[in-house]
């Protein structure tokens, strides 16, 4: 388990995770990195937490949401941590439409890495 309250799935220079990368960054959150094999076939890890084998992923503990996706993420991201965000922290916030989901649906398969 990590210190962090976000755990960010990656790949080595991948534009996309560096998009969430610099939003992170930008908003000054504390998170872990973990880079993920780079054949997509492999990345059991990440296909255990988020249902998908596609990165970035997120693991945000602070609200239970765990999604995929960069455009996703970085909307969750100023969402919840951008200017203008009220600073409190829901876990049922959206629908997996956007390939998020709640820390329940994450502990029904299995859920940590």
Do not use: W
Request: proline letters at 4%.
């Amino acid at each position: 388990m990590s210190d962090s309250p976000i755990t960010f799935y990656r790949l080595q220079a991948c534009p996309f995770c560096e998009r969430v990368t610099r939003r992170l960054q930008e908003y000054g959150l504390d998170y872990e990195s973990r880079f993920v094999e780079p054949m997509h076939s492999e990345r059991n890890v990440v296909k255990r937490i988020s249902g998908k084998r596609s990165v970035p992923a997120i693991v945000d503990e602070n609200t239970g949401v765990t999604m995929s996706e960069s455009g996703n993420i970085v909307e969750y991201l100023d969402r919840e941590y951008g200017e203008g965000s009220d600073g409190s922290r829901s876990s049922s916030e959206r629908t997996s439409d956007g390939g998020e989901r709640s820390r329940s649906e994450r502990e029904e398969t299995g859920g940590e890495a």
